[in-house]
């Protein structure tokens, strides 16, 4: 019988182990054994909490998830400037955030969003983050301009963002995430100046 209190501990060393593993080897190669053997634990145990690996990527992902949302929940939390603007940055740090774009984490989002186009319970998880990052945006930029520009201008940087992370992803040197937050906040003041116009 498992120990009482274990079971948040199990599933965050078999979640350790998943980024590990897919950062060695990729999500294909990422055996539930090598999960198992990088978490110290038997292969029943990824079973018996996740129903498998699929299981185990979506709570990786959703880990992955949580740790943005709350990283930025805490820095919105701490603003002392209640503009559009610095709610809207605090967004744009978060999905660059050192949580975010480390190799383990990159390479896991890589392998979730291949992924998420096969499974429909990764495809449903892919759904809420976007949808997540569409509608805080829009929320934001609702403040200051129309429904339909702050629509489009939640669209844009949306897509700004996950392209810069993707391309940073991808390069293979190290990701310069000051660059990359810099253009997405040009594009973020080009949008916010329009309502003086």
Not at 9 to 33: C, F, H, K, P, Y
Not at 47 to 55: C, E, L, M, R
Not at 115 to 143: E, G, K, V
Not at 147 to 167: E, K, Y
Request: glycine residues 6%.
């Amino acid at each position: 019988m498992p120990k009482v209190g274990m079971h948040p501990i199990r599933r965050q060393q078999l979640i350790n182990a998943t980024l590990m593993a897919i950062d060695q080897v990729g999500m294909e190669d990422a055996s539930i054994a090598m999960i198992a053997r990088f978490a110290g634990v038997s292969n029943g145990i990824i079973s018996h909490y996740f129903q498998g690996k699929n299981g185990l990527l979506a709570a990786t992902m959703r880990y992955l998830m949580n740790t943005l949302t709350e990283n930025v929940h805490v820095q919105r939390n701490a603003l002392e400037d209640n503009s559009p603007r610095a709610h809207l940055q605090v967004i744009i740090e978060g999905n660059f955030d050192a949580s975010q774009v480390n190799s383990p984490a990159m390479k896991t989002w890589l392998a979730f969003w291949a992924a998420s186009m096969h499974h429909p319970s990764l495809h449903r998880l892919q759904r809420i983050n976007d949808r997540r990052l569409y509608s805080n945006l829009c929320c934001q930029f609702r403040r200051v301009l129309p429904l339909p520009d702050a629509r489009s201008a939640a669209r844009g940087l949306a897509a700004l963002i996950d392209g810069l992370w993707l391309r940073g992803a991808l390069s293979g040197d190290s990701f310069d995430t000051r660059q990359a937050q810099q253009i997405a906040y040009e594009y973020m003041d080009y949008q916010l100046a329009k309502q003086a116009s």
